[in-house]
């Protein structure tokens, strides 16, 4: 099936069996961060930015993202708000695996969008949807609360 899909911020055509998973079609692309967990929605290594919204990719099929902007991990540097959080979850992953970190950051980026000064009970929430499985939550959530008070 053809569609097309911008992703971070280039717009690219696609002629792709209808059951390949955005995450797939995202891998094809070179785009790493984009990890492979579960495949279930659980562990949120896969999330995604798709039209402002945090997004499971291997829980979409890349043509329902027709027409939609998508944005991944490889594109979070051209936001310079968000350095701080990435700073000090980069830090705070080199004690740790770092595997869930991509999926964190843009759980993070898509509830700053939307809630400028987040408290910690949504932080949280946000991140309820990814998985650390070297620590609990807990800790990139302290990580993360920090570092948004440095802006």
């Not at 911008?6 to 955005?22: C, Q």
């Not at 490889?74 to 990435?86: C, G, P, R, S, W």
């Amino acid at each position: 099936m053809r569609f097309s899909l911008t992703i971070n911020g280039k717009l690219k055509n696609f002629d792709e069996p209808v059951h390949i998973t955005l995450l797939e079609l995202l891998n094809a692309q070179g785009l790493w961060s984009v990890k492979k967990g579960c495949d279930n929605g659980i562990c949120g290594s896969c999330t995604v930015i798709v039209d402002n919204d945090a997004v499971y990719a291997c829980r979409m099929l890349a043509v329902q993202a027709q027409g939609k902007r998508i944005e991944t991990y490889e594109n979070i540097d051209k936001n310079h708000h968000l350095a701080a959080v990435k700073e000090v979850l980069l830090d705070f992953g080199d004690s740790d695996c770092g595997y869930c970190i991509p999926g964190m950051m843009m759980s993070v980026k898509a509830l700053l969008q939307k809630v400028h000064e987040p408290t910690e009970e949504e932080l949280l929430d946000t991140l309820s949807g990814n998985s650390c499985h070297c620590t609990t939550s807990v800790k990139p959530v302290n990580a993360i609360i920090e570092a948004l008070k440095k802006f």
